[in-house]
């Protein structure tokens, strides 16, 4: 017999983690579902439909034939399609180029080699803010990194406690990163430029600051702090074009830095980690066609989501909007029968939606400062109607009225 003991083998940290699970885990697919749980963008990807389809030229040009070839693996002109579109002078006269940047496998990849880059497992921390995105404290897990955690200001702010932050920062030991999401996710409100502008200026730490735009399209105009690396050495900033480009499905992101950081993480990535698909259709969305549809489908969410702050309200039984309006979801208070924000009301609408209107949304009561909160992502108008229909009856049955 084996000796073999996975409990006594595997890293302890690691045995730890619970299998990555979404709300999609808790129902059954017949494909007529609205999903509004994982802040997709409902109008698609900006990719030609006969691409789709095989029919016609134009688009992207895919060589399906060189595929036995290994991708490239410095994705200049990639990274330089990246940098034109973030290069705005809002916040300096400088441009970026391709060495300020690292690509990897979505946001997630960066958020895990910054970890492993400056992070010593089982002595140094990071710092971050909830409620925030999830995956920060599963990666600090993975690579055995302490976390602290310093929550944002209650709703409906959700600002950085920057006092708090400081202090943390001088007093705790061995806090290497401290990543902040802006617009965050669940809360959707944009971190204030002078206030992450306070914790870089912080005189004595040592340290990385990160902040993830994930859903920096969906934010006022010059919004985006990447061309900021520039003028601060220990800035990174994320994004992806999982949300607003509508390419979850090819897993590209982005992660802004100064020239040194940014080899650091080009040397720690794996060589090809970036396929030559991706990189084809990541290199025609950030081109001009590509660029147009984006921005249009983009402002059709827009244009939802002010449906939905204007209608939501009108529902008996939604409370208010605890966070903000610069992403592509929405946070809202669900109200018992005394009008209280409750995690047992929205977890049972939320359940209700789901498994009885064909309407996918997330629950995050649990997070930090989100009691009775369900977070519904901004579909299209088809969707959105169909959501607030289902929402208005399922608070109906819920609250017995």
């Not at 059954?28 to 997709?40: C, P, R, S, V, W």
Request: proline share 8%.
């Amino acid at each position: 017999m084996s000796p073999f003991n996975l409990e006594t083998c595997a890293r302890p940290n690691i045995l730890a983690l619970e299998p990555y699970r979404c709300a999609r885990d808790d129902y059954k697919d017949d494909g007529t579902n609205i999903l509004l749980d994982a802040n997709e963008n409902a109008y698609g990807p900006p990719v030609p439909q006969n691409l789709a389809t095989g029919s016609g030229s134009s688009g992207p040009e895919l060589d399906l034939l060189g595929l036995h070839r290994y991708p490239d693996p410095h994705q200049r002109d990639l990274k330089q399609l990246l940098c034109s579109l973030r290069t705005t002078h809002a916040h300096t006269s400088k441009l970026l180029t391709p060495e300020n940047l690292c690509v990897g496998v979505g946001s997630d990849e960066a958020i895990d080699a910054l970890l492993r880059c400056f992070c010593v497992p089982g002595r140094d921390r990071i710092l971050v803010c909830p409620p925030t995105y999830g995956m920060y404290s599963v990666s600090a897990q993975v690579n055995d990194v302490g976390l602290v955690k310093v929550p944002l200001l209650p709703a409906p702010s959700f600002a950085i406690d920057v006092p708090r932050v400081l202090e943390t920062l001088s007093t705790e030991p061995n806090i290497k990163i401290i990543y902040l999401c802006s617009p965050g996710n669940p809360t959707g409100s944009l971190l204030a430029k002078e206030d992450i502008q306070k914790v870089l200026e912080h005189p004595t730490w040592n340290g990385v600051v990160v902040v993830d735009e994930a859903y920096i399209d969906f934010a006022p105009e010059s919004a985006s702090l990447a061309e900021w690396v520039n003028e601060w050495p220990n800035l990174v900033v994320m994004q992806t074009l999982s949300k607003a480009f509508g390419l979850a499905g090819i897993r590209l992101g982005a992660a802004f830095t100064s020239p040194p950081i940014a080899r650091l993480l080009n040397s720690l990535k794996a060589p090809y980690n970036i396929s030559s698909p991706t990189s084809a259709l990541a290199s025609y969305a950030l081109g001009p066609d590509g660029l147009k549809v984006m921005r249009a489908n983009k402002e059709r969410l827009i244009k939802q989501r002010e449906r939905l702050v204007a209608e939501l309200p009108q529902i008996p039984g939604v409370g208010k909007l605890a966070g903000g309006e610069s992403s592509n979801f929405l946070l809202y208070e669900m109200l018992d029968k005394e009008g209280k924000p409750s995690n047992e009301t929205a977890l049972k609408v939320y359940q209700k939606l789901a498994e009885t209107k064909g309407v996918v949304v997330r629950f995050r009561g649990k997070e930090h400062g989100c009691e009775g909160c369900l977070r519904i992502t901004v579909g299209t108008e088809e969707e959105v109607t169909r959501c607030l229909g289902a929402l208005r009856e399922a608070l109906k049955e819920v609250r017995g009225e």
